[in-house]
């Protein structure tokens, strides 16, 4: 059985390991006040061209999301988010459990747009009786989104100056980050995300690492007592450090980004098969998702020697597939499945 | 300089960093439901005696008291505290952060009894407008203490059959279980905790593994849903498995035990050396913990060499410092720290 | 200027004012234990034809609903809603500042149906990662609806039977609930909502009284240490009387009918006067409040001499305004209205 | 039965009742916008000289207590309290279901002193780990506290210095703040509090309303959004003119005032005549509330003709307790109670 349902079915990329056991016997002191967070911090601030951000790190990713928007938000406040965001869809009310109402909003393969934005926010303000209402204070949008697509440039840069006009927070979930900066047609950068978001992190668990995700606060506003809150939603590790010594060794030599490229090259060959072979696709992307749609007999006889995740019945006959590749997918584990795929 | 701060300055024990690595390549399903999470519950639940009790893994200790206890309380309950506990003491306000008040109550070195507890609760009940006052329902108590100490079996059945008359949930912190089931004078096993308690946890965090914490909830009527918690708390980790693997290092060969036991040993011989100089103690312990007391001087004198940990302030001379041993300290650092009291 | 916009713009019914009076100095317990809140229950629960059920009084429906969701809810459930509803509309958040998500769903004139209700249960229990997204494990509805419109007895029996199958507490919102109980066309009675819902509230302010919206918990297993969270969510007057007083007022001698009947037969009058004139409808209702549509033109005309409600703007031209008719409307005010009407 | 338990047996100050009757079918806006709210602000700003500040109306004590300490605090932020404070004995844990902690203080008569908060904040930040315990960031006090006793001026100057020298918002509940005013001994005024501390309120509930409570927040910054935080909290009652009424009828003709001296003066009567009769007191205090200490057999007696209020054990054959008057207390009524602790 070869897993292509998500990219974290194996442990973390070599580097990683290779740096926990050589560093295992290090005396550091705890809780990410370490030489290896500090360094971390360096890299990722020099990446991002934004020497004065704060860099912090945490375990997962709903965690990261939950801490982010409640330390910025007052209790009559809400984020608005794709309907297909990961705090509407998957995190089990994480966000409304520390208080804030998600105001999904319909979304296009994963994405919103500015201007869905601000008619939410000026809906918000227009009403005589807003006090009634949860107030929109937050943007939450991913990259890549759930659906693996991306925003181009110029559309973030919309968002982000929707959001300044109207005092709206702009948070980035970055869980794929790197695969949606690497892929085709990509024309956003670190720096740009540092300049045109508030806060956005940097996701490790999907990308290579054991765990971990580093979350950059951009706007100095928003940077007081953050520490408090990381350590009240459970995400300050006593041994911090791993997390330091992970994201070094992501970002020294940058591995993040080399693992992203090839984890879209294994999708590039594997979405190509598909063109070929005359299959659909539910979204159309370019990173290291893929939403084929097969029949029921196809997905049956693929079930037998691949795990995918299912995604979408899209009619009675036919349904979409994710298939997600990742820095452990090989060239030969995808030749079997373009294989499997040739003989449906 | 060498760390005798606390017991998280290194990596992981041996046994776990070779496991994570030899099953690095291998696929799995994620969030806890992989082999290896299966195969640390059997091993738990095997020495907890305990067949039909519940085991889930989560990340660290403030997540994992968070989510236990707002699994559990209704909004206007709380939860009876030493108020020396850790929820009480060094969790940010995580417990009232889900809406609960911690209620303190005075310890001794770290120890609160069953009369105590019963106490508390008869005051609520016998109170004409209790409806007026957050309701006691659960008991957290920690084994060893915050402080190094150990309840006898004898007090713990005594908290146990108060909490039982009482209607009051008891739940067991075990950041440093294995410490007290392996110090001299400790009266009580795994199934005793599996007996007594409904809900506690196996630290692994504090005593060698990277991080993680083994919650076992033995009372049925406390696990409904409880996954759907987890998550929303942030403890659900994608790569589930890591927990496992390291439970499964930790309990397949009693490694956890001879983690403790060796702690233990070179805790002992840091203590006997201070008795022998004539240091006093702070608070009485077998475990891994020592609170010798030092002048201004000494203390001085050592934290050029060695970084320890300052307790509290005694008299306006001579303050307690923890001294903490793990499975990482060496009978050559041991030595290298007993010379130098003896040079005090 | 007259006020149509509401139902609530004068003080009090004058048989509550009455009552305040003449009790005015009598000196009673406090927080709901006083002879006149018995005296409230009592006539509250035979008229329900549910001698077991508990009643409580609160002072307003945000309050209302808050304490009752947040009383049956655990931390990872939500509760369904039309998405007209009063708890996804207008009240701030409340609900998800107790931790719990709102759940809207596409409503018809301001009802949802058994069968959508059945299509969420069955699509979180059916997904294989239900733990990672909201439990549904409540229902809300209006009775009668936001718009005004009313659910017949057998679209509450469904509902009702969908509930009890999928284990989901039925929540009956009644601020408004004797305009329907006495509308034209209502199928429903008190001992029906008795029998169907978990929970439900019969409302005072909004017909006749100062304040004041009585909860029934008809399902015992929901009744447990109610009274904290009336104390903890801040709806425990002191003088809890005042709430007692009230509801005997509008009970002893069905009073809460009569107003309603009043108000229905004012509304009756406008209604058919709009209908006559060809004005249409944004809903079809029965109850005390209408939606009739206008153009700007009308709109302006209006708003010299009538306080209406602005409801939704229908298209570029015409828009929608409520009018509502409440125990203090007069003939002379409606005969007023409907002489501008005429001359629109 | 005469009861003398506290200060909200019966219904409203006559001149309250008198101006709700006469506006009742007066058609006003809700929600706190009509014409006797906005007339009730300005007497109350014009008489705490602080034409500046912002004056909303709430329901009651635990709601207003509430909706301020969560609309200024962040998630780990919590809120220093006498041991004594309402908000840690009788509110059922609201700040913390609102996610905040209440810091107890031991107090003194149920005061505290400004170095006493000037010690707990400086504990916190001087600890290395200061971010893994609650931030103080507020203080909530008393006047008079819930023993009767009032802080002097001075003392609150240095309460109040303090704050603002550690960042600290001073809150002050003044649920019966006219009895504290009106006091002998009393050197606290209107503009005092509104100069002294951020924020506090000036309760109707036990002085004379039927309920409702007038929140001055004095402090610019805290003020955005205010009305939000009510109507989410339930605390924006639809027919808010009920609360700008009764608080017009209370400040229009100083009656608040009047009210406060007439119970103080019943009190003084009773208070002169247990000392006059040889009982010792719990509290010394000048304000409505007494605390004399009896025997088991005088209770038992006093209990055949009057309601007081136990207030806490004092040996094993005495008890304190509390005896309360309020504007409904005749000299006749203080009387018959005079008589029979003569006869005890």
């Known amino acids: 059985m070869i897993y292509f349902n ?3 079915n194996e442990g973390a990329h070599p580097s990683i390991l290779h740096m926990l056991e050589e560093t295992n016997m290090e005396q550091t002191v705890g809780y990410g006040l370490d030489p290896y967070c500090e360094r971390a911090r360096e890299l990722i601030l020099e990446q991002c061209h934004a020497p004065e951000a704060e860099v912090h790190f945490l375990v997962g990713g709903t965690q990261t999301n939950t801490t982010a928007i409640s330390s910025v938000l007052r209790p009559h406040q809400g984020v608005i988010c794709p309907d297909s965001g990961h705090i509407q869809v998957h ?13 999904p909003v319909p979304s296009k393969a994963g994405k919103i747009s500015g201007e869905q934005i601000e008619e939410v926010w000026r809906g918000h303000w227009e009403d005589e009786v807003h006090e009634h209402m949860v107030q929109p204070k937050m943007v939450y949008i991913s990259y890549p989104t759930e659906y693996g ?5 110029n559309e973030l840069e919309e968002i982000s100056s929707v959001c300044r006009r109207c005092g709206l927070i702009l948070y980035l979930d970055g869980a794929r980050l790197g695969y949606g900066l690497c892929a085709k047609g990509n024309t956003l950068s670190l720096p740009d995300l540092a300049r045109l978001c508030d806060i956005f992190y940097i996701g490790g668990t999907k990308q290579g690492a054991l765990f971990g995700e580093a979350l950059v606060i951009a706007n100095p506003l928003l940077r007081e007592d953050f520490r408090y809150l990381i350590k009240q939603k459970g995400g300050m590790l006593a041994k911090g450090r791993l997390l330091g010594i992970q994201f070094v060794a992501l970002f020294q030599d940058r591995v993040y980004f080399e693992i ?14 598909c063109v070929r072979l005359g299959f659909s696709f539910l979204f159309e992307t370019t990173t290291n998702q893929i939403f084929p749609i097969f029949t029921k007999d196809q997905i049956k006889k693929l079930e037998k020697e691949f795990n995918l995740s299912f995604w979408e019945k899209v009619d009675e006959e036919r349904s979409a597939m994710r298939i997600c590749t990742s820095w452990a997918s090989t060239e030969e584990m995808v030749d079997i499945l373009i294989e499997a795929l040739e003989q449906l």
Chains 1, 2, 3, 4 share one sequence.
């Open 6 to 8: 998500c990219d974290y």
């Open 91 to 103: 995190e089990t009310g994480a966000i409304e459990a520390c208080g804030h109402r998600v105001i």
């Open 149 to 153: 697509t991306l925003y181009s440039l």
């Open 260 to 273: 992203a490229r090839h984890a879209n090259e294994m999708a590039d060959k594997i979405r190509e098969a």
